[in-house]
């Protein structure tokens, strides 16, 4: 079988690609009058070519090159099902980090028992965010682009923050100034201790 990265990619053909204007610039006023309060000006890149097939995602062609499922000192929690990894840098939001089974698995294909031992665990792991001091709210994402291994995030939107509301949030982490490292370590502790509060165990491979 051929590696996906070496087949000659193709437009997509569907119905709905037929109709899409390739090469325009999309008017951005429905980003900017439906989230008025986090942009007042964008302007977004030409829509490019929508090709197939798609670069695979790191570990989808092989999954023993998956860095999620590899020992990290990233990694701030764990239990026999999850895992939860923060601080490879830090940046503008009080907390921000990445929620992944412990072993290769799709949303497609996680057994039962570990997607079941996921919903206790965002009830934890919200709970947990907001016990850092300053952050009012846990947002929970999954985009799915970057790994075959599953995993979402969580973000803390800092209190007050009306402008950090719903989906522009990872926006600001961005754009917000790095909060310090001393800062961002006691924040990991604090999160990695509540979790391990109810089970569990702290920084396995620091």
């Known amino acids: 079988m051929s590696d996906a990265r070496e087949q ?44 197939v097939p798609e670069q695979p995602r790191g570990g989808e062609v092989d999954p023993q090159s998956c860095n999620t499922c590899k020992p990290s000192p990233h990694i701030i929690w764990q239990d026999e099902h999850w895992k939860v990894s923060a601080g490879w840098e830090f940046s503008g939001l009080p907390f921000l980090g990445a929620i992944a089974p412990r072993e290769h698995w799709l949303l497609e294909n996680a057994p039962h028992e570990v997607l079941a ?44 923050m009306m402008q950090g509301r719903g989906a522009a949030l990872a926006f600001w982490d961005d754009m917000l100034p790095p909060i310090p490292v001393e800062m961002g370590e006691e924040h990991l502790r604090i999160v990695a201790d509540a979790l391990a509060a109810g089970g569990g165990e702290t920084f396995p491979h620091r």
Not at 18 to 40: K, N, V
Not at 119 to 130: E, F, T, Y
């Open 8 to 51: 000659e990619q193709h437009p997509v053909e569907s119905a709905y690609h037929a109709r899409l204007p390739i090469g325009e610039r999309m008017d951005a006023t429905a980003l900017t009058e439906g989230l008025p309060w986090a942009f007042e000006q964008i302007t977004m890149r030409p829509l490019e070519p929508m090709l």
């Open 117 to 160: 031992a996921y919903g206790p665990l965002m009830q934890r792991i919200s709970q947990a965010v907001k016990s850092i001091p300053g952050v009012a709210r846990c947002h929970f994402a999954r985009w799915n682009d970057g790994s075959a291994h599953l995993h979402l995030w969580a973000l803390a939107r800092p209190a007050g």
